[in-house]
C-alpha cells in the first residue's frame, strides 16, 4: 500500500471531484471529511481544511483541500 500526501486550495464555486486511474479495471473511492461520495460528483467544502481521501487499487491519497 503507498500513501501520498498533497493540499490544494479552492473556492465555492470549485467542488466537483473526479478521478481518472490509468487502469480503468481499478476502482475508486473517494472520501470527503468521512463521508463517502462518487466518482464525478460534487463535494461540500467546509470553511477551511477539508480532508479528501482517495484511494485507487493499493494507493491512497490524502487531499488536504482548503476552502478559502
Given at each position: 500500500?503507498?500513501?501520498?500526501?498533497?493540499?490544494?486550495?479552492?473556492?465555492?464555486?470549485?467542488?466537483?471531484?473526479?478521478?481518472?486511474?490509468?487502469?480503468?479495471?481499478?476502482t475508486?473511492?473517494?472520501?470527503?471529511?468521512?463521508?463517502?461520495?462518487?466518482?464525478?460528483?460534487?463535494?461540500?467544502?467546509?470553511?477551511?481544511?477539508n480532508?479528501?481521501?482517495i484511494t485507487?487499487?493499493?494507493?491512497?491519497?490524502?487531499v488536504?483541500?482548503?476552502?478559502?
Open positions: 500500500t503507498s500513501i501520498k500526501s498533497y493540499s490544494a486550495q479552492t473556492s465555492n464555486a470549485t467542488n466537483k471531484i473526479t478521478v481518472v486511474p490509468v487502469d480503468a479495471s481499478e475508486v473511492k473517494i472520501t470527503v471529511n468521512g463521508t463517502e461520495i462518487d466518482n464525478g460528483t460534487s463535494a461540500t467544502w467546509r470553511a477551511g481544511d480532508a479528501v481521501v485507487v487499487g493499493g494507493a491512497t491519497y490524502n488536504t483541500v482548503k476552502r478559502g
